[in-house]
């Protein structure tokens, strides 16, 4: 059972902590106006700012033994109209397609949008409420123009959930105002039951090696089952077996079979897993611990820029549309040691 996206998801694991921190400050009447919720893609950070959303617009219903922090029945009206998109004292800006490629951005308008919606008093005399996913990937204008507007002088009874996996691309005007709130990865005895409830019919072996390369996050777990990542992670082993000289003949049969895979995302999964194993060699590298055969020939600082060099290329490849094949040939090219 896949679960649902964040808006209608009633479960939270692993995160009782952060929920129970925001439901403390609800009730002790010293709620922050902007909380920015911060941890790993996937680990749930969008799930709890609409939790507590559902919680804060069904009045704050008390704690019910046994249940964990901000539960909400599933038959509230509060949580079928926020699952639904279609509570009134709720605003949402998540990224969206961009105009001027595929990466998906938060776009000036729904920033607008929300300006708009602060404007108006709460449709039921409660409060109001503002998610923002995502925001280090928003357009140029939405933070400095519009939305530090909005953390500057808020409104009475209003919170704005702003949700981030890089706090750090933030100005930080926009992380003074704003109290943060970390999530982190969830231990491997969670994530194996999550797996195991949301692909029950996933061997166990396959199972554990989602939950390895996945670093603790369901989300990240569920999108690498989807798009083949025990595959493209057997691949990236190939290719660090294979240095520090890859043969050019291995580089362009691995570049085909990347650049094959009909799934949209298999380019970006591949160079975030190729750049997950380069940071798991580099830290054990740096701590004095076993060192990867593949790190031969090149110092821990010119492999950090090799992966930054990597980071870049695979934006540019998907921001501009670029070859997917001769994308991959220039990263195996950057790993090798001429």
Known sequence: MIPPEPRANPDLVGHDAAARSLEEAARAT????????????????ATLAYRFARWLLAGQPPAICGQPPLAVPES?????????????DLFTMAPNTGDRGKKEILRADDARAAVRFLAHTAAEGGWRVIVVEELD??????VPNILLKTLEEPPPRTIQLIVTSQPGALLPTIRSRCRRLDLYPLPGEAMDGLLARW????????????CRIADGSPGRALALAEGEGLALQAVVEEVLRGLPQLDPRVALDI???VAARRETTALGTFFALLRRALSAGLREAGKGGDQASWL?????????TVWDKLGLLADET??????????????????SVR
């Not at 010293?30 to 950070?45: C, D, E, F, Q, S």
């Not at 019919?201 to 989602?210: D, H, T």
């Open 255 to 257: 570049a085909d079979r």
């Open 199 to 210: 692909l029950p019919e996933l061997p166990a072996a396959e199972r554990a090696g989602l």
């Open 296 to 304: 031969a020939g090149r110092s821990l600082a010119d492999w950090a």
């Open 137 to 142: 990937r928003a357009e140029r204008e939405v």
């Open 76 to 88: 509230h009206p509060a949580f079928r109209r926020i699952a639904a998109g279609a509570h009134a």
């Open 318 to 335: 998907e921001r501009l549309n670029l070859d997917r094949k001769q994308a991959v040939l220039t990263g195996l090219g950057l790993l």
């Open 30 to 45: 010293r709620l922050h106006h902007a909380w920015l919720i911060t941890g790993p893609v996937g680990v749930g950070k």
